[in-house]
């Protein structure tokens, strides 16, 4: 029995390294954490979708910038459940509590909140470029698409809640972009709500990169963006900044159509 369970796990990672190696590597969306990082000499690609397989086995995954700076992802956060602590459900809380119609989650990852919200009752879809984030969102019970926030989307101008989470609002590194984006996306009286970086980051345009203890993935550019710049930036998109509200270190803003 326990020598079945080894030779399942070996070949789940041997799985995992083929799939590193194969998956689309084009586009990919991360908010970091600060940890410790690989060794040099890595050979092989990874994706996101390697990512979230990784993340699903325990195993860790960084991101790097161009300027040197290497942390750790907080995949156990968008995994949610026995990984996640007690101030990363309190934000999650706060986030569903103001899904109150048809929320469209952007960049969805592996669909804690999408699932979480499915299963409150409140029709919800995600959409994430990863087809592993997609699949992890749907055996949750959520629906997801397999897409490009980009890309056309059902509901033009009808959602009630367009939801970036977990510092979307980078996808891309064109933040003003990703906010026209949402605002095509809301209904009359909907409300995107944002999670931001601490003030004082102002706008903050980047390129990274995932990387394993044996790979790395392709650079992808990426923005992070403080509170001090939502205002601007909501103006910019045809939004009109609400609010923002602090949690736990966190800060979620809310915006509506101008
Ligand atoms: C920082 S993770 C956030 C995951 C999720 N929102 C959460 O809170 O757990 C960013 C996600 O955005 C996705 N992503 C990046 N660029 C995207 C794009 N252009 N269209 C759709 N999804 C994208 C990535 O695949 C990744 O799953």
Not at 47 to 65: E, M
């Amino acid at each position: 029995m326990l020598v079945r369970k080894r030779r399942t796990e070996r070949s789940r990672r041997r799985e995992n390294d083929v799939n590193e190696l194969l998956a689309p590597r084009e586009h990919h969306g991360m908010t970091p954490a600060i940890g410790a990082g690989p060794g040099p000499g890595c050979a092989a690609v990874v994706s996101v979708d390697g990512l979230y397989q990784r993340a699903a086995d325990g195993l860790p995954c960084w991101v790097s910038d161009s300027a040197g700076g290497r942390r750790v992802l907080p995949v156990h956060r968008w995994l949610g459940g026995a990984g996640s602590n007690a101030a990363d459900r309190a934000v999650d809380r706060a986030l569903l509590q103001a899904c109150t119609g048809p929320t469209l989650d952007l960049g969805c990852g592996p669909g804690r909140l999408t699932g979480a919200l499915t299963a409150r009752g409140i029709p919800a879809l995600g959409v994430d470029i990863s087809a592993a984030a997609v699949r992890m969102t749907i055996r949750r019970g959520g629906m997801a698409l397999h897409q490009d926030i980009f890309a056309p989307l059902p509901g033009l101008g009808s959602w009630a809640q367009v939801l970036l989470a977990d510092g979307n609002i980078g996808i891309g590194g064109d933040p003003t972009r990703v906010l026209r984006r949402a605002r095509q996306l809301l209904g009359p009286d909907g409300i995107v709500l944002v999670e931001l970086d601490p003030p004082s980051t102002g706008v903050r345009r980047e390129r990274l990169r995932l990387e394993t203890e044996r790979a790395v993935g392709a650079w992808f550019p990426w923005a992070r963006v403080g509170t001090e710049a939502a205002a601007d930036l909501a103006a910019e998109a045809g939004l009109r900044l609400l609010n923002v509200t602090e949690l736990h270190g966190r800060f979620i803003t809310r915006m509506k159509l101008a």
